[in-house]
């Protein structure tokens, strides 16, 4: 079963303004990653965020992490033609595995 | 440097077939992973490897699917007999080690008919 969800599952918005993705994981994780992926493409890595940090920045990136609701946000600002994709969250969760689970996916269109 | 490798992109296949998808990840990368991925869905994890051993397979359908990672390097998945509800993409990625970001392959998109 997937271990993370992503909310909306699906977001249009005007180049220029910002995008804000969130995923809801089930379990206590050692890091979340948030990835995309354009049409037709393979996964492209973002951002990782460890489980003792809050905030992280990269970029026009900005990912928030709170463990206790175990959620995690992508902001992307300024947006893009060229941002238009499926972005995905990933947990690495605390299991002796280390397995890196994705969630569901939300897509982002961006209207030039 | 260069990325992960998988072939074939495509294939498409009639039913109760066999298949196999190769993948050559990033030198000096310990952990590869399998994933499908479903139209429209998020990447499943099918099976981890750490070098040459399987860490989790727990969601692979071991009836008809298998895979291997010789010499931990390069790793194959294959499915027999193939069923309608296999077609996906295949993606094969891999990471320097746990815990770092994954690397992914183009992946091979499969169609069974």
């Known amino acids: 079963s997937q271990q993370g969800e992503e909310d909306p599952q699906a977001l249009s918005i005007q180049e220029g303004e910002n995008a804000t993705m969130n995923c809801s994981y089930k379990?206590?994780?050692?890091?979340l990653q948030w990835y995309r992926q354009n049409s037709g493409r393979g996964l492209v890595h973002l951002i990782l965020?460890?489980?003792?940090?809050r905030e992280k920045h990269s970029g026009r990136l900005r990912v928030t992490l709170d463990t206790s609701k175990k959620s995690s946000s992508l902001l992307i600002t300024a947006s893009r033609a060229a941002d238009t994709a499926s972005y995905f969250c990933?947990?690495?969760?605390?299991?002796?595995?280390?397995?890196?689970?994705f969630g569901t996916g939300t897509r982002l269109t961006v209207i030039p | 440097e260069a990325g992960v490798a998988q072939s074939p992109r495509y294939k498409i296949i009639e039913k109760r077939q066999s298949v196999a998808f190769w993948c050559n990840p990033i030198?000096?990368?310990?952990?590869l992973y399998w994933y499908q991925q479903i139209l429209g869905q998020g990447p499943k994890l099918l099976i981890q490897?750490?070098?040459?051993?399987?860490?989790?397979d727990s969601q692979l359908p071991k009836d008809r699917f298998s895979a291997e990672r010789l010499k931990g390097v390069d790793s194959t998945l294959k499915i027999q007999p193939a069923k309608l509800e296999d077609s996906a993409v295949y993606l094969c990625?891999?990471?320097?080690?746990?815990?770092?970001?994954?690397?992914f392959g183009q992946g091979t998109r499969l169609t069974v008919v």
């Open positions: 990933a947990t690495d969760i605390q299991t002796g595995a280390n397995n890196l689970f």
């Open positions: 490897f750490q070098n040459n051993g399987v860490v989790d």
């Open positions: 030198s000096g990368h310990a952990t």
């Open positions: 379990t206590s994780i050692n890091n």
């Open positions: 965020i460890r489980s003792n940090e």
């Open positions: 990625a891999s990471s320097l080690i746990v815990n770092t970001e994954a690397f």
